[in-house]
């Protein structure tokens, strides 16, 4: 089975920290993505990556940053955590080359994030 | 842009009663996919539909792709306190990332 494993499953931080989300899938996915899920708004993707060093935008880039220096582990970043940053965030793997939108998504746990 | 519409937001049956939700895209797409969210819990993948018309059952639960691949559903039969949870839908947009529905959350009464 696919394990996807986020570093921790709550984190409470405050403003204007940095704040580091890992996370980790074991079956040598090229693609991870970070998402967050707020009620009422669903999952929103933040950014995604289809290869070691590659990134892309997804729809709510602004104020996270992202690295992949190993293809296994797909790190989000908060360069000064905001209170509009409390939310639960999920990781995601799957397979394919390309960023291959025909694979399923495994999801790890979550964190839940609290910004005071 | 495109959107992925589900309906309904919420529902509430006693169990023993069915369930559907429904799916409904902008655009055609390539294939949908299904998962399922129990409260506190993450998003589990339950099903990829690829092909026009296709239907496909997991026990009590029966997904449907239209002929135009614009819209899809999910339907469950005799529901039990186990199919508690959010269903999403969601497709590949023209931009390399998946297009998700809002989900439709099941509430089921003993």
């Known amino acids: 089975d696919v394990k996807v494993t986020q570093s921790s499953r709550y984190l409470v931080k405050r403003t204007g920290e940095k704040v580091f989300l890992e996370c980790v899938q074991d079956m040598d996915h090229e693609n991870m993505f970070w998402y967050r899920q707020d009620p009422g708004l669903g999952l929103r993707l933040i950014y995604f990556?289809?290869?070691?060093?590659?990134?892309e935008k997804g729809d709510i880039p602004e104020g996270y940053s992202v690295s992949r220096e190993k293809k296994e582990r797909f790190s989000l970043i908060l360069e000064s955590a905001s209170t509009n940053q409390t939310s639960m965030y999920l990781c995601?793997?799957?397979f394919g080359q390309g960023a291959n939108l025909n694979s399923p998504l495994h999801f790890g746990n979550g964190t839940r994030l609290t910004v005071t | 842009g495109q959107q992925v519409m589900q309906i309904p937001q919420y529902q509430h049956v006693q169990e023993g009663e069915d369930f559907t939700t429904y799916c409904n895209s902008s655009?055609?797409?390539?294939?949908i996919q299904w998962y399922k969210q129990r409260p506190g819990g993450h998003p589990v993948f339950l099903i990829q539909?690829?092909?026009s018309g296709e239907v496909k059952k997991q026990k009590r639960l029966t997904f449907q792709f239209g002929e135009a691949k614009k819209n899809s559903s999910l339907h469950i039969t005799a529901t039990q306190t186990t199919d508690v949870g959010t269903y999403f839908c969601?497709?590949?947009?023209?931009?390399?990332?998946?297009?998700w529905g809002l989900g439709t959350s099941l509430a089921v009464n003993p």
């Open positions: 969601a497709g590949p947009g023209n931009n390399r990332k998946l297009i």
């Open positions: 539909l690829v092909k």
């Open positions: 995601a793997s799957s």
């Open positions: 655009t055609t797409l390539s294939n």
């Open positions: 990556s289809y290869d070691v060093k590659m990134k």
